[in-house]
């Protein structure tokens, strides 16, 4: 929709890890279990006024993935099913 090229990756990364973001690119790091991303229940799909197609929600805890890092993880998520 922006006309921006992102190139997600997916990695495995050993747990205790200590997130250090670049403050000016990164506000956040959520950490989202993919199972918790997965129930059908934290998906709200919604159509928006001006715009082609459905926007995707990802409802977790007190956060929201939406836009194109929605998009990104729902292709994540049907690629493992």
């Known amino acids: 929709m922006t006309n921006f090229y992102v190139e997600p990756y997916v990695a495995a990364v050993p747990q205790p890890y200590v ?3 670049a403050e000016a690119e990164i506000a956040e790091v959520i950490e989202a279990p993919l199972a918790a991303l997965m ?10 006024p001006g715009r082609e197609g459905t926007i995707l929600f990802y409802h ?15 292709e994540l998520l049907e690629a493992l099913r």
């Open 19 to 21: 997130w250090r973001p």
């Open 60 to 74: 977790y805890g007190k956060h929201v993935i939406w836009g194109a890092t929605a998009r990104i993880v729902a």
């Open 39 to 48: 129930d059908p229940a934290v998906l709200e799909e919604k159509t928006m």
